[in-house]
């Protein structure tokens, strides 16, 4: 690691936060997990793939890309299934000519999963990737076995809800909070991951602002714009109860409260996982803990 780290700093212009996005690469290498690129139309969609058994796709969320999310799981996870974490378009190293919209971001993981001619897989979705889960299964029910789905309200999330979002973290609107454009709306976005209160200092979310959140914020709203101005789409009404479906959900997450949980778990006639102690996102938090339920499960 001596040796390491002079070459990360020398590679990354000292950037703190590139510094990180390399060392969870090397990360990912190390457990067989190799990156790709494919180009399928108007999308690009570049993913990470390794491990070996049956294929599991993991969909990231807003705040980062599909590595960052995922990486706490890559150990765990290759031990047993071929795992796929892509970037979904406009996050990370993914990125499209079409409208940025829910449905666009389910076609473009069917035309990952066609290019590797997967036909049955289990996808395991956080936040904004849970409802691209429940969307990839609308589009194509037959393709998938079981769906696990991480602190995500789907169905459940309606205009009362977003405004209620807002007035607990003192936001116009959910955009601000999940499109940080200011060094401190990063620290408030990392924020939301996590039980317990973090700290850090501006130059380093300056550092992320600048490195990680700095593109694509026309689009990123214009998915969130999506989500409300279609919100109909994943209806109760239109949405067809998955055969097999786990939800796991932070026990103090406040951007969808556990209740939001138990009342999805009813719908899709799922078991419920509470994460103890975890936020938003249990499989940073509480590595050990979301592993083991997650893949009990799959088993």
Request: with cysteine.
């Amino acid at each position: 690691m001596r040796l390491l780290l002079p070459v990360l700093l020398l590679s990354t212009g000292c950037s703190l936060s590139k510094i990180g996005m390399h060392a969870i690469a090397w990360q990912a290498h190390r457990t067989g997990m190799e990156a790709h690129t494919l180009v399928a139309g108007e999308h690009t969609v570049r993913y990470w793939m390794g491990g070996q058994g049956p294929p599991v796709l993991l969909i990231h969320g807003f705040g980062g890309d599909g590595l960052a999310t995922w990486s706490r799981q890559l150990d765990d996870f290759t031990a047993e299934h071929t795992v796929i974490v892509p970037d979904l378009l406009w996050f990370g190293a993914s990125h499209s000519q079409a409208q940025p919209t829910l449905t666009h971001q389910a076609e473009a993981q069917l035309a990952l999963l066609d290019a590797l001619e997967l036909t049955a897989v289990d996808v395991v979705g956080i936040s904004y990737g849970g409802f691209v889960t429940l969307r990839l299964y609308q589009l194509a029910e037959d393709r998938f076995n079981r769906l696990v789905i991480v602190d995500s309200p789907g169905p459940l999330f309606s205009d009362e809800d977003a405004e209620a979002l807002a007035d607990r973290f003192g936001v116009a609107e959910p955009e601000e909070l999940f499109v940080p454009q200011t060094p401190a709306a990063v620290g408030a976005l990392i924020g939301l991951a996590y039980y317990e209160e973090k700290h850090y200092p501006r130059f380093l979310l300056r550092d992320i602002q600048r490195n990680l959140f700095a593109d694509h914020h026309d689009a990123l709203r214009g998915l969130l714009a999506d989500l409300s101005t279609n919100r109909d789409l994943l209806a109760p009404s239109t949405l067809t109860v998955p055969p097999a479906s786990l939800v796991v959900w932070g026990s103090h997450d406040r951007v969808f409260p556990p209740p939001i949980g138990a009342s999805l778990a009813e719908l899709l006639d799922a078991e419920l996982v509470t994460i103890q102690q975890a936020a938003h996102a249990p499989q940073i938090e509480r590595p050990e803990s979301f592993n083991q339920a997650v893949l009990e499960y799959l088993r």
